[in-house]
């Protein structure tokens, strides 16, 4: 765990020395480049394996790997929208890495049912459905990743404003009557020994919902907008009469995508962890976890925005 945490931090650090040398836009324009020469592989397997050459399915699957990365590399929602909520909110490695692959794989798979709903059952042809993809769903994917990011940017306000009361509460309250009144609302989750109910779920409950809550929501909004590549890939195997291999090519692709996201899940939740790790005192705490989501929130929300304002 410790050298996951070291890698993860070193991640974030070069992140951090590309945004502020720029390097970014010089990463989008190569990732750009990458993308249409692994376009033109992706054509030439496809060739290869309608005439049926040998190996040809296996060199497709690569190919639609290397794209789904390269256009990960590019500028993409679903990395800020992971690497936000990373930094933002207090989530496992594993759980959100986790949430990074599922997010990933439910692309390709509305890319799937987009595209063969709009062939099957509504006779549409690739502008159609690309006009669908760019004029629709990616719009409404934008919007839901603006709305988490402000989501986090209210939820850090109201922590830090508990934060401050409790800390005004703390040093203005008796602590011996402390301990008695609030003994009977500390534990919410027990039973209570005067009406034998319960007032409320334990700390373990709420944590579970609002972890599956916040994973639905972030898989969701990833997902709404599907890979305009796997579109494409979809829309020409069907037309050969390889609609198996243009699945899994999808796939494929989803599985390169996932492997920058979880890349970047990873980054971000050990910057997070190592920012506050260093911070002992609980008033610095108290402040700086809000401040680091309001901070997450902020990002995310100028993005998102952006991002749905070309969109537009």
């Not at 599922?102 to 509504?122: K, N, R």
């Not at 549409?124 to 402000?150: C, H, N, T």
Request: hydrophobic share 55%; glycine share 12%.
């Amino acid at each position: 765990m410790r050298l996951l945490l070291i890698f993860a931090v070193a991640a974030a650090a070069a992140l951090l020395l590309l945004w502020i040398g720029g390097g970014f836009d010089a990463i989008a324009v190569w990732a750009a480049s990458m993308q249409r020469d692994f376009q033109n592989a992706m054509a030439g397997s496809l060739r290869a394996l309608r005439a049926g050459n040998p190996g040809a399915t296996l060199g497709l699957m690569g190919v639609c790997f290397a794209y789904g990365f390269f256009h990960a590399v590019g500028p993409g929602h679903g990395k800020i929208l992971i690497g936000g909520y990373g930094l933002g909110a207090r989530v496992a490695m594993t759980r959100l890495a986790g949430i990074a692959l599922v997010s990933s794989l439910a692309q390709a798979l509305t890319a799937v049912v987009l595209v063969y709903s709009g062939v099957l059952l509504l006779g549409w042809g690739s502008k159609q459905l690309v006009g669908a993809a760019e004029d629709f769903f990616a719009p409404a994917s934008y919007g839901a990743i603006l709305l988490v990011g402000a989501w986090l940017i209210l939820r850090g306000t109201r922590k830090l404003w508990r934060g401050r009361s409790l800390a005004g509460h703390a040093r203005g309250h008796d602590p011996h009557h402390y301990s008695h009144d609030h003994h009977h609302h500390s534990d919410h989750g027990e039973v209570c020994a005067d009406c034998d109910h319960r007032h409320g779920p334990t700390p373990e409950e709420a944590a579970n919902v609002s972890s599956l809550r916040d994973l639905f929501v972030l898989i969701g909004a990833i997902a709404m907008r599907p890979c305009t590549g796997a579109i494409f890939l979809l829309i020409l195997t069907w037309r050969m009469g390889i609609v198996t291999a243009g699945i899994m090519g999808s796939f494929a692709m989803a599985l390169g995508t996932a492997s920058v996201t979880v890349a970047v899940a990873l980054a971000a939740v050990g910057l997070r962890e190592s920012t506050l790790q260093g911070l002992t005192s609980a008033p610095l705490l108290r402040i700086a976890v809000p401040v680091l989501e309001l901070a997450a929130g902020a990002i995310v929300v100028v993005v998102a925005g952006q991002l749905l304002r070309a969109a537009l």
